[in-house]
């Protein structure tokens, strides 16, 4: 029997990878066969192989549970495999509010199994509305990360890519910063923010956002020295953030919490400047010209900062035209990554 929750993560995959895909669901949401169809076919050596859709659910080590899109093509998997004595699969990290579906780059995925690089499409607790019922500490997130990875480790990836888009760009950053990761080959971080703080910080003094950035540290510093946070925390929405008006699309939401521990001006976890010099692995850093959420001169300003602190295999790709969701762009934001992949891994 399929449940409530299993049926909606299956309707939500179709609408989203569009009437041809292949969908394999794996247990606790298991179906008995493949639906089958051909918007991911290809042809391979005289054979029509679909890229596969398999959800999977990952749990973390505090026993949190979330769900992770795992996308495939087992031919060209096994022929990378063949060609660099390798297993190399991508684990890629969501937006703000997002899920494997959501405030994700669901162009990318398909492209690089294609290339033999599968990818696993993470969930994490700051996904979906974790940020406002509580669940959504950023640090805490490292866990659904880490689960990511053993879940890969488990079904015998050997080599890893870590993948990071947005606010996921820098949780991917905080992660690898502190952790011992022996098989990570490289880093693709697409649109990362030079912090997360320091991006809601500018947002909110551009547009006037009501309430205004100090006085939200005012009020969430009074809850998180309280002697029960938890129980004062509350709901709030920042109007004029992101944008001149007061509708929702200019809008953010978050509990003081989930406020103080990714956009507070005390979230050093989630400041990528202050994390990404303790990365060793190659990176890529891929940014937009015409992004306005995140500036286009934070990729390189990151990139400085890693180089300053000893890598020397730091690249900047910047992709002209591009907005914060390369709209339009997505064939050689794509090709950026494909390259760099094949170098890396």
């Known amino acids: 029997m399929i449940g409530a929750r299993c049926v909606q993560k299956l309707q939500q995959a179709a609408l989203a990878m569009g ?43 505090d026993n949190h549970e979330h769900d992770a899109l795992l996308v495939i093509d087992e031919r060209a998997a096994r022929r990378r495999e063949r060609m660099t004595g390798r297993r190399t699969a991508a684990m890629h990290v969501h937006g703000i509010m997002g899920n494997f579906l959501v405030g994700t780059l669901r162009f990318l995925a398909a492209p690089l199994a294609r290339e033999g690089f599968p990818v696993l499409v993470v969930e994490t607790r700051m996904g979906n509305i974790g ?79 009501t309430p205004s950035y100090d006085e939200l540290y005012a009020t969430a510093s009074a809850i998180v020295a309280s002697p029960d946070p938890t129980a004062a925390d509350r709901l709030f929405v920042i109007e004029h953030s992101r944008g001149p008006g007061t509708q929702p699309a200019h809008s953010e939401v978050y509990t003081y919490l989930t406020w103080w521990h990714s956009r507070g001006p005390e979230a050093t976890p989630a400041k990528t400047h202050l994390q990404i010099g303790n990365i060793t692995h190659p990176l890529l850093l891929v940014q937009g010209t015409d992004d306005q959420v995140v500036a286009p001169h934070e990729a390189n300003d990151l990139a400085v900062v890693a180089r300053a602190a000893g890598n020397e295999q730091v690249d900047v790709a910047v992709i002209d035209g591009a907005d914060h969701f390369f709209t339009g762009r997505e064939f050689v934001t794509t090709e950026t990554v494909i390259r760099w992949i094949r170098k890396h891994a």
């Open 131 to 209: 940020q406002l019922v509580g669940p959504g500490i950023f640090d805490l997130a490292r866990q659904d990360l880490a689960a990511g990875a053993n879940w890969l480790r488990e079904h015998d990836w050997d080599h890893l890519i870590s993948m990071g888009y947005s606010s996921g760009a820098a949780l991917a950053v905080r992660w690898a910063a502190t952790t011992k990761i022996p098989w990570l080959r490289g880093m693709a971080l697409l649109g990362a923010p030079w912090g997360l703080p320091e991006s809601m910080e500018a947002r909110a003094a551009r547009w006037g956002a």
């Open 19 to 61: 009437p041809a895909t292949t969908l394999a669901m794996h247990p606790p949401c298991a179906l008995s066969a493949l639906l089958r169809a051909d918007t991911h076919v290809r042809t391979f050596e005289g054979a029509r192989m679909p890229v596969e859709y398999r959800l999977v659910t990952l749990t973390a080590a």
